[in-house]
């Protein structure tokens, strides 16, 4: 378990070679059920589903929602068939993102099953999708494909399946709000910082830089030009092919006010605002932290630094040069 | 138990709501019955312990109350070719999961019908069943 505050690069990184390698791999059969379709596993389930449909003992078949049910691990043995995915499950655990909740079941049945069939289980890692902020906290989307094959290896039933794993945002969380899982299991325990940037597609680029310790400033792809905050349109050339540079991380106060008045949720006041100047010819709105506010001038030279907010949000602050 | 033929059925055509209470006795033993034993299907301690209020439904039951859900209308010789759900908010014990559906398509010899499953804490399930009937 990473004490890391967010993703940084190397998280994103290594995760992203890792669902690569695992899907990669492609289909890995599994072992086979334990048991064959069998009448006492189906009476048991419609049993416990309250489903009275007669057709599937009558018939010999199996209700095809059991697909998945045939090659399911027992209590002992839970943990022991290993498939692509478990690794980047493993991974995604060891880099806090603990928590999951499950997103998309989509089952297709070739054919219902008969007595007696013993069926076998191929996985197949389909992909990670993320880092995206979402309601639980920052997470993954990890998806595979299962496929359930017959005696005769022809697919009976497949299904997608996604979870997103989340990093939780406090321990003592009253349990996932908008998800069917087993959150709040993850470190933490920072109350959650209480203003949070707006990330858009436009802004997205910087806030991932953000968590890189990158500042990054929007470029316009066709002429060049810097523009901050970011936008869809270069005011240049009305180009909409839009790329980015990392700047320096150095800069100037251009201008500055004192927050006394009103209160601030998150904040102890008197606290600095500044416009600040970039070597590279643009200006960022930033606070500059590290000092007491009457130090601050206009003309004083800063440098950026990335503060953890909370357990997931990093703000890029400025403190004099000089520290 | 008959079941309803193609011609019995047609796009806008609503399937009745079906009520289940969720004792703990059905979420232990549809957990089990699908050979689910995570502990947070079956274990109060176990799910508090994770963050969850209470034990909750397992997936593959929620996959298999969708199809009865569909099969209790249509009959026994409705044939389910899938089902795609999106999951929502869990449904605990105590709480109590309610469906309703209508057919949306009709496509050959294939019908759809978009199904929603609600808790008191809003969606539990949502997405569509596809099969077909005999002529």
Known sequence: MTGAPAT???TDRELRELADKQAALGEVRGV???DPVNTPMIRHWLDAMGDSNPA???KGVAPPAMAQVWTMQGVRSRGRDRSPVDDVLAELDAQGFTGVVATNCEQTYHRYVRLGERLTPATRFSGLAGPKRTALGEGYFATWNVTWYGEADEPVAEMMFRV???RPRKRAAPGPQGGQGEGGQGEGG???YPLRPAVSRDTEFFWEGVRHGELRVQS???CGRLRHPPGPVCPACRSTNRSYVTAAGEGTVYSYVVHHHPPVPGRTAPFVVAVVELPEGVRIVGNVVDCPPEAVGIGMSLRVTYRAMDDELILPLWVPRES | MRTLTEDQVEIGSVLPELSIDLTPTVVVSTAL???DFTPVHHDVEGARAQGSKDIFLNILTTMG???????DWTGPEAVIRRINVKLGVPAYAGDRLSFNGTIVAHDGAEFTAEVRGKVSLGDHATGTVTFTLPQ
């Open chain 2, 33 to 35: 019955a699908t050979m």
């Open chain 1, 190 to 192: 920072r109350r959650p």
């Open chain 1, 164 to 166: 997103l794993k989340f």
């Open chain 1, 8 to 10: 940084g690069v190397t």
């Open chain 1, 56 to 58: 599937y003992l009558e």
């Open chain 2, 65 to 71: 109350l969708v199809e009865r859900y569909v099969t």
């Open chain 1, 220 to 222: 316009c792809a066709d």
């Open chain 1, 32 to 34: 086979p059920a334990a």
